[in-house]
């Protein structure tokens, strides 16, 4: 026995803690599991550790490492042996956050399953993510607020599982959805799994506490709703003259049910939760005067207006109409649902800060709201704040808008025969024709269009700048772009990165010559955007930004602006 003399304090040395001693005393210290523990009653035979053991414990140590190869991993509460793993494994994040051992990709950039299906394919932000073929949300990029599941709030350059907290999906997740800052994550059985910033209760918990880990909304699983797709948008309202900076972010969250309800939760200022009020919500409620909706429309960016569609061909609006883009003959918002009476049998609705458009069954073409740059293609610049006829006879299929009255107002309809029509900004060349002339009424682009005819998805970036752009995804597999190019995000593949392309060019990859995509997605703040594109093979491509880690290709050596689509490190 050792004893250390520290006057009124005698600390006995007694090495190794052994079960068979009786005489363990006051002051005794003792080593256990890895750390050092001080005796004020022992008892007898009880680890030092275990409950009543009459230890306390005085240096936390390292777990006893059995093999070569072990790491000792701190779980939040104690440390934790994880042995070496197989041949061939990688050491990765698991579901929890804690690192685990898992099998290595065949190929750098393989084994992601979806992108983020936000309707439309565009999100305001400046972070990335994927779902893996494991069911895994994977993230990166901007973490300020949780965003990217950084459970330090720090950035990321390259993608990482985001942890779970608590209820753990049925088999993994099947979709995943962004807001800004805010990640959604459904499983097979509709249940919906929130993280990221909650300082308007977006996140639908019950407080304004910001979340790394992805947490069950337990409002849905409680009351047995099954949720079939979440709307995201964001909106900005500026305090300032430095509108990059300067700004308040206020997010809500819109949930539809495989009932056909709608569910909201966040900000309210607009009246765009639907609740008849103007009040915050942290928990999610229901939209009560609509039901069977087939089609949740929020207009991203600059306003909080709402479009939902029936099964019946019934338009609901609510929410923001300072621009009449509600089409209700006024400006005054909506604070619950009200039913268009001036144009029936909806098809399609699509929306994007202050103005929207939208299709019969007929193929009819309506728009309201702003219309400064001919957006709305009635013919003039006139705004509108009934549903106006569009100035084209062609049966319309599918409707896409970017940018706002702000900048970079620009439509795109698809017609049944997969060919494409645009009108409004032009100026980056967005339309597609040739030149930067801005039009009020739809024309079709030209059939010399090696896409003209089969267009499977339309990407816009529809955020608060005039930094306008759009890709085409064709049946084929192959992307084309047009618009600005100043960061990268057309993929020309020139590094010119040009303001203004006025013309369709296939976005370069630099890979094998018969990839093929199967996704494309859209994000961007500011002038900061980015793309991400998934290759049939499961192998996920970027462009754009990075200025934040957001393209998932550098580890270290960031570039902030790539003009070529090159491998995610997934």
Not at 97 to 102: A, F, I, L, Q, V
Not at 251 to 261: A, M, R, T, W
């Amino acid at each position: 026995m050792a004893i250390l003399d520290l006057g009124k304090i005698r600390p006995n040395w007694r090495g190794d803690w052994n079960t068979t001693v009786e005489d363990y005393a006051f002051w005794d210290v003792v080593r256990h599991a890895g750390s050092i523990w001080l005796g004020l009653e022992p008892k007898k035979g009880i680890a030092p550790g275990a409950e009543g053991s009459g230890w306390d414990e005085l240096l936390k140590g390292l777990p006893p490492l059995e093999h070569k190869g072990d790491l000792a991993l701190f779980d939040g509460e104690k440390y934790v042996r994880l042995p070496l793993g197989l041949p061939g494994q990688n050491l990765r994040a698991g579901l929890a956050g804690m690192p685990e051992w898992g099998a290595a990709s065949a190929r750098p950039g393989t084994g992601v399953a979806a992108l983020p299906k936000n309707r439309g394919g565009s999100v305001p932000g400046k972070a990335s993510a994927c779902l893996n073929e494991q069911g895994e949300v994977l993230a990166w990029g901007w973490g300020t607020y949780y965003g990217n599941g950084s459970l330090s709030a720090s950035h990321t350059y390259t993608p990482m599982p985001v942890g779970v907290s608590g209820a753990q999906p049925n088999g993994g997740f099947t979709k995943l959805y962004m807001g800004m800052d805010v990640l959604y994550a459904l499983d097979k059985d509709g249940n919906v799994w929130t993280a990221g910033r909650n300082n308007n209760g977006q996140l639908g918990h019950g407080d304004t506490v910001s979340r790394p880990c992805l947490t069950r909304v337990e409002y849905f699983a409680q009351h047995s709703i099954r949720i079939r797709e979440v709307v995201t948008p964001a909106h900005w309202y500026y305090t300032g003259t430095d509108t990059h900076s300067a700004h308040s972010l206020y997010v809500s969250s819109y949930f539809l049910g495989e009932n056909g309800l709608v569910y909201v939760c966040g900000y309210n200022a607009e009246g765009q939760l639907g609740q008849n009020d103007i009040t915050v919500k942290t928990l999610p409620v229901v939209v009560t005067g609509v039901s069977n909706v087939e089609q949740l429309v929020v207009a991203t960016t600059s306003s909080g207006a709402v479009y939902a569609r029936t099964g019946e061909g019934r338009l609901y609006v609510w929410g923001c109409n300072t621009s009449g883009q509600l089409g209700l003959g006024d400006a005054a918002n909506r604070l619950k649902a009200t039913l268009v009476t001036s144009v029936q049998d909806v098809a399609w609705v699509a929306a994007c800060g202050d103005f929207a458009l939208c299709r019969t069954s007929a193929g009819r073409v309506y728009g309201a709201g702003t219309n400064n740059y001919g957006q709305l293609g009635i013919g003039g610049t006139t705004a509108v704040n009934v549903w106006t006829p569009a100035n084209v006879t062609l049966p319309a299929d599918r409707i896409y808008l970017c940018g706002n009255s702000s900048g970079g107002a620009t439509a795109y309809i698809v017609d049944e025969e997969n060919q494409l029509w645009v009108c409004g900004s032009n100026t980056a060349g967005q339309l597609g024709l040739g030149n930067t002339a801005n039009l009020s009424s739809f024309a079709r682009v030209s059939l010399d269009e090696p896409w003209q005819g089969k267009i499977a998805k339309i990407r816009c970036l529809c955020t608060d700048n005039d930094a306008p752009a759009v890709i085409i995804l064709d049946t084929a597999g192959a992307l084309w772009s047009a618009g600005r190019n100043t960061l990268g995000q057309l993929a020309r593949g020139d590094n010119a990165k040009a303001a203004i392309n006025n013309r369709f060019a296939k976005m370069v990859h630099g890979l094998r010559a018969d990839l093929r995509f199967s996704d494309v997605f859209i994000a961007g703040y500011s002038n900061s955007h980015h793309v991400l594109a998934l290759a049939s093979d499961g192998r996920l491509l970027s462009c754009g930004y990075n200025g934040w880690g957001q393209l998932g290709t550098h580890a270290g050596n960031l570039v902030t602006g790539q003009d070529l689509l090159c491998t995610v490190r997934t």
